[in-house]
């Protein structure tokens, strides 16, 4: 079973920069990928970015890579999204995702999900 917990959301002003956290416990296969999308009330999930934990290859969204970075800690099975200069319209809430298939990019590739943190960005 894996288990994935999501933390570092918050309330931060615009231009601001955070650090999200994604704590897994078990693991869907000997490689996978940990990704993260976010979503508003009313829109579809977005993706956001995913990294391979074996070997780190990463995948951003369209315009995703200017400002957000995905990383991984494989000695404290934490993966991270660094997120700078925050607009209002990233506010959303974040959830991180786990998947066996190492191409994974959209929502029906993840089998696992966290709970979702909440980043508010204001004006």
């Known amino acids: 079973q894996v288990h994935l917990v999501e933390s570092g959301g918050g309330l931060v002003q615009a231009g601001g920069s955070l650090r999200l956290s994604c704590s897994a416990s078990?693991?869907?296969?000997?490689?996978?990928?940990v990704g993260w999308f976010r979503q508003t009330p009313g829109k579809e999930r977005e993706f956001v970015a995913a990294i391979t934990w074996v070997g780190g290859s990463t995948a951003y969204g369209e315009s995703m890579k200017e400002r957000f970075f995905i990383s991984r800690d494989t000695a404290k099975n934490t993966a991270y999204l660094e997120m700078s200069t925050l607009k209002p319209e990233d506010t959303a809430v974040y959830y991180c995702?786990?998947?066996?298939?190492?191409?994974?990019?959209?929502?029906?590739?993840?089998?696992?999900w966290g709970q979702g943190t909440q980043v508010t960005v204001s004006s």
């Open positions: 995702a786990a998947s066996s298939y190492l191409a994974a990019t959209t929502r029906s590739d993840f089998a696992y």
């Open positions: 078990g693991r869907p296969g000997t490689n996978y990928r």
